[in-house]
């Protein structure tokens, strides 16, 4: 498995295709939102979806309408959700620098508990810092299950959903696993990094 950046034309991230470490994380795409590839010998596996923030800029943006601007993304449902993790947590100063909120991880479930997912976490504090050049203080993500319908990946959503809760009970066991702890009476999870 390599590493290999692939950037957008408007990105800001510094490339480099002569790196090649045992990472299964490839970037896709970067500017504000992050794509990045989970792959491994056969291709594509997976893939990370999220936001970078700087919480010390929005904090300093919470008394001006700017702050909107600044939560404004392309996903509709990402910016209301990262909204909502703004008015829960971020104005209530729970990390005051750099910070990735992940708004999807997906795994092909032939390619699940085999390891990757606490893998991808071991990697991805130094996978930011080499690749988009920040050094994120914290992790944070509302646990969603995310299946593949029709071909289409897609979260599971409904509350009553005997299956959807289930999910959501072993994802969550799985993210308490790798480090991430509940942030209050939120459904908002984070890990502290340190590279």
């Known amino acids: 498995m390599g590493t290999n950046s692939s950037d957008s034309d408007d990105s800001d991230s510094d490339s480099d295709s002569n790196r090649n470490n045992q990472s299964g994380l490839k970037l896709w795409n970067y500017k504000k939102e992050i794509t990045i590839n989970i792959t491994d010998e056969s291709g594509k596996i997976g893939y990370i979806k999220g936001v970078l923030l700087n919480t010390e800029h929005i904090l300093k943006e919470l008394k001006s309408d700017e702050v909107l601007k600044v939560l404004e993304f392309n996903d509709k449902e990402d910016e209301e959700e990262i909204k909502s993790f703004y008015i ?62 029709d071909g289409e990946v897609k979260y599971i959503m409904n509350p009553n959903d005997e299956q959807m809760i289930v999910l959501k009970e072993k994802l969550i066991k799985f993210y308490e696993s790798v480090g991430f702890e509940r942030i209050g009476k939120t459904e908002f999870f984070h890990k502290y990094q340190v590279i």
């Open 88 to 149: 829960q947590v971020l104005s209530k100063g729970d990390c005051r620098n750099n910070a990735f909120y992940i708004t999807e991880l997906f795994i092909e479930k032939q390619h699940r508990g085999n390891g990757i997912g606490r893998r991808i976490f071991d990697e991805l504090p130094r996978f930011l810092y080499d690749h988009i050049d920040r050094d994120i203080s914290c992790i944070y993500l509302m646990p969603g299950p995310l299946e593949k319908i």
